[in-house]
């Protein structure tokens, strides 16, 4: 396997790439909790930044050259349909259907034709509970999302306001997650999930890695990110070491108790 290395060049790219985190912390997740990491955590001796926030990105990573099997593998279910903003929707009533949803509210991707702005209104309409929705919300997360393509613009070298060149993106998914606690109706668990970022076709990708806890809540026929949740899934957390993260083939994926996701078919 090839090594791969990755660092977070701006908070603005964090920010980006951490979609589902920067939705939660825009709509008032951070007020319930402490500083979360940024691009001043912790790069020396394999210290993983604190998960006192709403996600802790890890800045630095590198890939171990010997590869060791997942012990757990999981084939999330996809949402039945799609919604009018292109989202899966309709995750089946299950704890695997949870996570299913909230790994692929996770997922986004910035790049040509596609910015942080339509990004994030993409998963705050299609994946927040109705009830923790607000003009005034969704215009935080608008407003923060275009100040977010303005620092990927100027570290691509364009000005705001002007299409990524060719070969720029950002891209964000989940490899893996560990469940926190399940119930019929209620499921939190923590995100292990991978970001990519180019700033030009010539430009070398980096990588790096993030965890988020996360808490969702069977409401109006699917699986919905709440705050109430949320906020439990971290109370949950308080006071434990979060799992350390790693790349899917590093054995500390596996001592960390991380399940891998392998993609449906």
Do not use: C
């Not at 070298?157 to 990524?164: A, F």
Request: a neutral charge; glycine letters at 10%; charged letters at 20%.
């Amino acid at each position: 396997m090839s090594r791969t290395r990755g660092a977070w060049n701006t908070k603005g790219t964090w920010i980006a790439g951490v979609a589902l985190a920067a939705v939660l912390a825009l709509t008032g997740y951070s007020l319930l909790s402490g500083e979360g990491g940024g691009e001043d955590a912790p790069t020396k001796g394999g210290t993983s930044p604190s998960a006192s926030g709403p996600a802790s990105p890890l800045p630095m990573y590198a890939q171990p050259k010997d590869w060791t099997e997942p012990l757990r593998w999981s084939a999330l279910p996809r949402g039945e349909r799609t919604d009018e903003r292109g989202s899966q929707v309709g995750f089946p009533h299950t704890p695997e259907g949870a996570v299913g949803m909230a790994a692929t509210a996770n997922r986004s991707t910035i790049g040509a034709g596609r910015t942080t702005v339509d990004e994030q209104l993409r998963i705050y309409y299609s994946y927040l509970s109705k009830a923790d929705q607000s003009s005034r919300a969704a215009q935080q997360v608008e407003l923060a999302a275009g100040e977010t393509d303005k620092n990927l613009a100027q570290e691509a070298g364009v000005q705001p306001g002007q299409p990524l060149p060719p070969g720029a993106y950002v891209r964000n998914h989940v490899v893996g997650y560990k469940i926190i606690k399940s119930a019929s109706d209620e499921v939190s668990v923590w995100l292990l999930a991978r970001v990519v970022q180019k700033t030009g076709e010539m430009a070398q990708e980096t990588s790096s890695y993030t965890r988020t806890p996360v808490g969702v809540q069977w409401q109006d026929g699917d699986w919905r990110l709440t705050m109430a949740a949320t906020e439990r899934a971290q109370q949950a957390t308080q006071g434990q070491e979060p799992p350390a993260m790693a790349a899917p083939g590093d054995a500390v994926f596996n001592s960390a108790g991380w399940t891998a996701i392998r993609e449906a078919s």
